[in-house]
């Protein structure tokens, strides 16, 4: 028997009539929660419907969309250290324009309190699922960026009338009416499995300048994603709060859980413990697979007087979550005499059109992780306005008006060739570079070098450079000189030949293995005992991927400036003499490069992988009737990486051996890397800092560097209105080095040792242990203490003091 069907029929229409009154008994609302006091946006603030967990959170311009009942026209909104507000919704309102206004007072300190169970359970679920959530992980992307940057310098409004100088009112008018600076990029960015990175930009443009000179890849401005241990701020590394470790180094509190139709957003702020430096903010967790949906990360520096912040905002797409909007804002306060006054800068970029999948006919460049596409640095305004989510504001559009009038008029980009020219610490004038390395040297064998280099430069020839050198050693009283041809063969010169002759020194049996890993400087204050070499040379440099590879032939004469015999076997006199011929090919492979252009050269920007290095030298050397073949090769790896919870590692295996029928002299050997003067050194890794430059010598040895600098700081004494600060680190090192030598007895009248018990020496660094204030970046002291263990004929048990100089931002 069939049951009326009527009854079921009316209830579903009854029931469909209730949900359609009460869906047009709600409004949509878009609106922005701006500061009450500069009306900057306010990213990530909460906007709650009265009585109701129901809410939507701000993007990065502080914008929000909400579906408000119409019986409930009063929202709460709240924003870390500022008031909280009850805004009304009047009738009639299509936009929303919500102010509020900061703390007045000063903040409580935020601290761990219940729920601790809840907020550990969901941090936890959060860094258990980083990975699925790492754009770095997915096997490919693509997506399309636009970056803007401003640069601005902001004056006070409200100083004593002595300070209302004409100067000072005009220059606040000025930069009320346009920024500093300003930069746009439209790039695509794909990637793929497991590092391969590449960056089409399709526009750039610099605000003064016909071209940009500084284009580069977002994540080399500002972090990418918060998947990773670290973020990295202005160069510096923070650990990731949602990441192993983060009880042990920041408290955390649960602010508000906010319900975004089906989900659950959690909001956290976060703040360093005592004596930890790290950063302090917020980040939200949603319930959709524990992802990272915003992040607001600042890290403040009292003595610099700096602020520098981050902000992240996270979408999903096509099931996975992926960067959509992110921010970067620098904030320097600086003095001038009583004034007080900011240089403000703020990247910010767009992330849309994201597809995972990258087309078969794609082609990465790995030489250049950015790629220029043609045109980019002269696209039309009518291209930009169709690039460009949002249209230029009157600022910005005066910005790119007034300054590229501004530089025409004084022909500013005549001043770019200079500051080209000056990463090589070269000065153009006219057709000639002057090369101001060789203006002046210092070495305890010469004492002083003075001198000068001059080249040719693209002025008279793009594709060829001529130059040449000549100095003069005020303690040996000797002329040194030399001079070259150099031929490029494209854009960028990663394809180049180069022929020359020198008349220089050299200190003997020095390990060249690659400029990067030589401290060039370090064997220049050195060097003590010296060859002279005449040498004739040819050579071809190209890179290919990942890989540059260098040949080189050389013809060299050979003559030991100190007291030095060589007598192998069955020699009837000994020799002091020498001339050699060498062919050789260097080697350097360093997987997934990242590359970026700068001015007129791709410059690396780093890898986080080992990077390999080897040299083949295939040689004949001979003096008088005596003469023998040789063949040397060298293999170098060099590797550093900052682990979670361990800190920074680093390490640098380099081994070398010669083979050959009859001994070699002293100046084919190889000698131990001695970074020791007198009683003290100067501290760089990759060098023995209880050893004298040459005091070992080995036909094949093995060198080992080791290197380990934990993340947290003994103390920190920051004095904002001093120069100075501290804020010292630890760090442990250990050196080796092990070789061995054949027919020992054919080096005279020299006194040096083979390590064939092996050299150990360990060390602990205090750094940064002195900062002095630069203004934008520290100069700081380390100090430390390295222990020879082992005696020998030369060196006893020792230790050494080492002080190094380095650069903190």
Same mark, same amino acid.
């Given at each position: 028997?069939? *049951?009326?069907?009527?009854?079921?029929?009316?209830?579903?229409?009854?029931?469909?009539?209730?949900?359609?009154?009460?869906?047009?008994?709600?409004?949509?609302?878009?609106?922005?929660?701006?500061?009450?006091?500069?009306?900057?946006? #306010?990213?990530?603030?909460?906007?709650?419907?009265?009585?109701?967990?129901?809410?939507?959170?701000?993007?990065?311009? =502080?914008?929000?969309?909400? /579906?408000?009942?119409?019986?409930?026209?009063?929202?709460?909104?709240?924003?870390?250290?500022?008031?909280?507000?009850?805004?009304?919704?009047?009738?009639?309102?299509?936009?929303?324009?919500?102010?509020?206004?900061?703390?007045?007072?000063?903040?409580?300190?935020?601290?761990?309190?219940?729920?601790?169970?809840?907020?550990?359970?969901?941090?936890?679920?959060?860094?258990?699922?980083?990975?699925?959530?790492?754009?770095?992980?997915?096997?490919?992307?693509?997506?399309?960026?636009?970056?803007?940057?401003?640069?601005?310098?902001?004056?006070?409004?409200?100083?004593?009338?002595?300070?209302?100088?004409?100067?000072?009112?005009?220059?606040?008018?000025?930069?009320?009416?346009?920024?500093?600076?300003?930069?746009?990029?439209?790039?695509?960015?794909?990637?793929?499995?497991?590092?391969?990175?590449?960056?089409?930009?399709?526009?750039?443009?610099?605000?003064? $300048?016909?071209?940009?000179?500084?284009?580069?890849?977002?994540?080399?401005?500002?972090?990418?994603?918060?998947?990773?241990?670290?973020?990295?701020?202005?160069?510096?590394?923070?650990?990731?709060?949602?990441?192993?470790?983060?009880?042990?180094?920041?408290?955390?509190? *649960?602010?508000?859980?906010?319900?975004?139709?089906?989900?659950?957003?959690?909001?956290?702020?976060?703040?360093?413990?005592?004596?930890?430096?790290?950063?302090?903010?917020?980040?939200?967790?949603?319930?959709?697979?524990?992802? /990272?949906?915003?992040?607001?990360?600042?890290?403040?520096?009292?003595?610099?007087?700096?602020?520098?912040?981050?902000?992240?905002?996270?979408?999903? +797409?096509?099931?996975?979550?992926?960067?959509?909007?992110?921010?970067?804002?620098?904030?320097?306060?600086?003095?001038?005499?009583?004034?007080?006054?900011?240089?403000?800068?703020?990247?910010?970029?767009?992330?849309?059109?994201?597809?995972?999948?990258? %087309?078969?006919?794609?082609?990465?460049?790995?030489?250049?992780?950015?790629?220029?596409?043609?045109?980019?640095?002269?696209?039309?305004?009518?291209?930009?306005?169709?690039?460009? %989510?949002?249209?230029?504001?009157?600022?910005?559009?005066?910005?790119?008006?007034?300054?590229?009038?501004?530089?025409?008029?004084?022909?500013?980009?005549?001043?770019?060739?200079? #500051?080209?020219?000056?990463?090589?610490?070269? +000065?153009?004038?006219?057709?000639?570079?002057?090369?101001?390395?060789?203006?002046?040297?210092?070495?305890?064998?010469?004492?002083?070098?003075?001198?000068?280099?001059?080249?040719?430069?693209?002025?008279?020839?793009?594709?060829?450079? +001529?130059?040449?050198?000549?100095?003069?050693?005020?303690?040996?009283?000797?002329?040194?000189?030399?001079?070259?041809?150099?031929?490029?063969?494209?854009?960028?010169?990663? $394809?180049?030949?180069?022929?020359?002759?020198?008349?220089?020194?050299?200190?003997?049996?020095?390990?060249?293995?690659?400029?990067?890993?030589?401290?060039?400087?370090?064997?220049?204050?050195?060097?003590?005992?010296?060859?002279?070499?005449?040498?004739?040379?040819?050579?071809?440099?190209?890179?290919?991927?990942? *890989?540059?590879?260098?040949?080189?032939?050389?013809?060299?004469?050979?003559?030991?400036?100190?007291?030095?015999?060589?007598?192998?076997?069955?020699?009837?006199?000994?020799?002091?003499?020498?001339?050699?011929?060498?062919?050789?090919?260097? *080697?350097?492979?360093?997987?997934?490069?990242?590359?970026?252009?700068?001015?007129?050269?791709?410059?690396?920007?780093?890898?986080?992988?080992?990077?390999?290095?080897?040299?083949?030298?295939?040689?004949?050397?001979?003096?008088?009737?005596?003469?023998?073949?040789?063949?040397?090769? $060298?293999?170098?790896?060099?590797?550093?990486?900052?682990?979670?919870?361990?800190?920074?590692?680093?390490?640098?295996?380099?081994?070398?051996?010669?083979?050959?029928?009859?001994?070699?002299?002293?100046?084919?050997?190889?000698?131990?890397?001695?970074?020791?003067?007198?009683?003290?050194?100067?501290?760089?890794?990759? =060098?023995?800092?209880?050893?004298?430059?040459?005091?070992?010598?080995?036909?094949? $040895?093995?060198?080992?560097?080791?290197?380990?600098?934990?993340?947290?700081?003994?103390?920190?004494?920051?004095?904002?209105?001093?120069?100075?600060?501290?804020?010292?680190?630890?760090?442990?090192?250990?050196?080796?080095?092990?070789?061995?030598?054949?027919?020992?007895?054919?080096?005279?009248?020299?006194?040096?040792?083979?390590?064939?018990?092996?050299?150990?020496?360990?060390?602990?660094?205090?750094?940064?242990?002195?900062?002095?204030?630069?203004?934008?970046?520290?100069?700081? #002291?380390?100090?430390?203490?390295?222990?020879?263990?082992?005696?020998?004929?030369?060196?006893?048990?020792?230790?050494?003091?080492?002080?190094?100089?380095?650069?903190?931002?």
């Amino acid at each position: 028997m069939n *049951l009326p069907r009527k009854p079921v029929f009316g209830f579903v229409v009854f029931a469909l009539i209730l949900f359609s009154q009460t869906l047009f008994a709600q409004s949509v609302y878009k609106g922005v929660v701006n500061d009450a006091n500069t009306h900057q946006p #306010l990213p990530f603030a909460t906007v709650h419907i009265l009585h109701s967990a129901q809410g939507q959170i701000t993007d990065l311009n =502080g914008s929000f969309k909400l /579906i408000v009942p119409e019986n409930e026209q009063i929202l709460e909104v709240s924003y870390l250290g500022y008031e909280p507000l009850k805004y009304e919704i009047k009738r009639g309102d299509s936009f929303l324009r919500i102010e509020l206004k900061p703390a007045t007072g000063t903040l409580k300190e935020v601290v761990i309190k219940p729920p601790y169970d809840k907020i550990k359970r969901i941090l936890n679920l959060a860094i258990a699922n980083r990975d699925r959530h790492n754009p770095d992980k997915y096997d490919a992307y693509q997506c399309r960026i636009y970056y803007k940057m401003t640069a601005d310098l902001i004056l006070p409004d409200s100083i004593p009338a002595a300070q209302k100088t004409k100067s000072y009112q005009d220059t606040k008018d000025v930069m009320d009416d346009m920024h500093l600076l300003m930069t746009e990029t439209y790039s695509i960015r794909s990637w793929k499995k497991p590092a391969q990175l590449q960056e089409d930009i399709i526009g750039s443009r610099l605000s003064g $300048f016909k071209k940009n000179y500084f284009t580069n890849i977002i994540t080399d401005v500002l972090p990418f994603h918060a998947a990773n241990d670290y973020l990295q701020l202005n160069g510096k590394d923070y650990h990731n709060p949602v990441s192993k470790g983060y009880a042990s180094r920041y408290e955390f509190n *649960l602010d508000n859980e906010i319900l975004s139709g089906t989900d659950t957003i959690w909001q956290f702020s976060f703040h360093p413990k005592k004596g930890v430096e790290e950063l302090e903010g917020q980040v939200y967790i949603s319930s959709d697979e524990y992802a /990272i949906a915003y992040l607001i990360a600042t890290a403040y520096d009292k003595t610099l007087r700096r602020t520098v912040r981050v902000e992240q905002q996270y979408q999903k +797409v096509r099931g996975r979550w992926f960067p959509h909007m992110l921010n970067y804002i620098i904030d320097w306060q600086q003095k001038k005499d009583s004034l007080t006054y900011d240089i403000y800068m703020k990247g910010t970029s767009g992330i849309d059109s994201v597809n995972y999948a990258i %087309p078969e006919t794609f082609h990465f460049d790995k030489m250049h992780t950015v790629r220029l596409e043609k045109g980019a640095n002269e696209l039309h305004d009518t291209a930009w306005t169709q690039l460009r %989510p949002v249209s230029l504001d009157k600022k910005e559009q005066n910005t790119y008006h007034n300054l590229d009038s501004l530089v025409a008029s004084v022909h500013g980009e005549k001043v770019l060739p200079y #500051l080209d020219k000056l990463i090589d610490l070269k +000065v153009p004038v006219s057709i000639f570079d002057i090369d101001l390395k060789r203006i002046y040297t210092y070495n305890p064998y010469e004492h002083s070098r003075w001198g000068l280099g001059l080249q040719t430069n693209e002025k008279l020839l793009k594709w060829m450079s +001529v130059g040449g050198w000549a100095g003069y050693g005020v303690k040996d009283v000797h002329w040194k000189y030399g001079g070259f041809a150099e031929f490029y063969l494209d854009k960028y010169k990663e $394809f180049s030949f180069k022929f020359g002759y020198n008349n220089d020194l050299r200190d003997p049996g020095r390990v060249q293995l690659n400029p990067e890993l030589d401290r060039n400087y370090l064997h220049s204050l050195l060097m003590s005992r010296v060859d002279q070499i005449n040498s004739y040379y040819g050579l071809v440099k190209k890179r290919f991927g990942y *890989l540059t590879a260098e040949l080189i032939g050389r013809y060299e004469q050979i003559t030991p400036k100190y007291d030095y015999a060589f007598t192998p076997e069955n020699q009837p006199s000994p020799m002091n003499e020498f001339t050699s011929q060498e062919a050789i090919v260097n *080697l350097r492979y360093a997987y997934a490069e990242h590359t970026s252009p700068f001015f007129s050269r791709y410059i690396s920007t780093g890898t986080k992988y080992p990077v390999l290095y080897g040299r083949l030298v295939l040689g004949q050397i001979q003096s008088g009737d005596w003469n023998t073949s040789y063949t040397q090769a $060298f293999a170098g790896i060099s590797w550093q990486k900052h682990i979670n919870l361990i800190g920074q590692e680093r390490f640098l295996l380099i081994g070398g051996k010669s083979w050959s029928n009859q001994p070699l002299p002293l100046s084919k050997l190889f000698a131990g890397n001695g970074y020791l003067a007198d009683k003290s050194s100067l501290y760089a890794f990759g =060098g023995m800092m209880t050893m004298h430059p040459y005091d070992y010598y080995t036909d094949q $040895f093995v060198n080992f560097y080791w290197a380990h600098n934990f993340d947290w700081k003994l103390y920190k004494l920051d004095m904002p209105d001093f120069a100075f600060s501290s804020a010292p680190s630890i760090g442990i090192a250990y050196n080796f080095l092990y070789g061995t030598m054949e027919h020992r007895e054919a080096q005279q009248n020299i006194s040096f040792a083979v390590p064939d018990n092996a050299y150990h020496e360990t060390g602990i660094l205090l750094n940064n242990l002195l900062r002095y204030n630069q203004k934008v970046y520290y100069l700081t #002291l380390n100090v430390g203490y390295f222990y020879h263990w082992i005696g020998d004929q030369l060196n006893d048990k020792n230790g050494r003091f080492v002080f190094g100089l380095g650069i903190e931002f």
